[in-house]
């Protein structure tokens, strides 16, 4: 129950900081961009592939570092998770991605408790959050011992710029960000299409991975010592 604890803590604490980090460079870059959306993103990107690789390094040993219930659910189903870690893991990323956002807004002197307005809707931007979701779990999945933290980060910056979505490709961030009426924000109406496209994504990220083995899939890797994240 102890160890069990310190994981839960573990992926709160880590998406919550993600989420911080996520929505927190957000409002600084609109409000340094001078209106420029390019530049604000670009600021965006930059402090997320950072904060990321950060949190996968110093909570992967802990929790494996999800911070995303599409990969704790896929972890789960490979048995690198055990089954009834699933919930609480998936409670404690929830319940992580929401404080962060009221973290990033505190520390802005922003109202704390607030709903997004900003609509994120349509067919392209759920084909962009499928393919960016997809794209993650390949890179988690595939990624050499040791490597996972950089190639993830890498992987998210690059995919705020190539899909449509700017790559939530995490339901928690999508659920996070709907507590926040700033640049990062995706309002209630629009998160559900966001997180049935994620969770799409994980399983043709999974169904890639299985195709591209040569045999029955092992790994040495579990979930404590193969950190495994998402962004945003």
Partial sequence: MVELSRKLLAEA??????LAVVIGSG???????GGNVAVALLANTLATVGGLYILIEVFGPVSGAHFNPAVSAVMAWRGELPKATLLPYVVAQL??????????HAMFDMTIFQLSTKVRSGMGQWI??????????????RAPAGRAAPMVAAYIGAAYWFTASTSFANPAAAF?????????????ASAPGFMIAQLIGAAIGVGIHQALQPGRITTGRTAASSPASTAR
């Fill in 27 to 33: 409002i600084m870059a609109e409000r340094l961009s």
């Fill in 95 to 104: 319940l992580g991605a929401m404080l962060g956002a009221w973290l990033a």
């Fill in 176 to 188: 996070g960000r709907m507590f926040s009426d700033s640049f990062a924000g995706i309002a209630p």
């Fill in 128 to 141: 962009a959050e499928a393919v960016a979701t997809a794209g993650l779990l390949l890179v988690i999945l």
């Fill in 13 to 18: 604490l880590g998406t919550a900081l993600l």
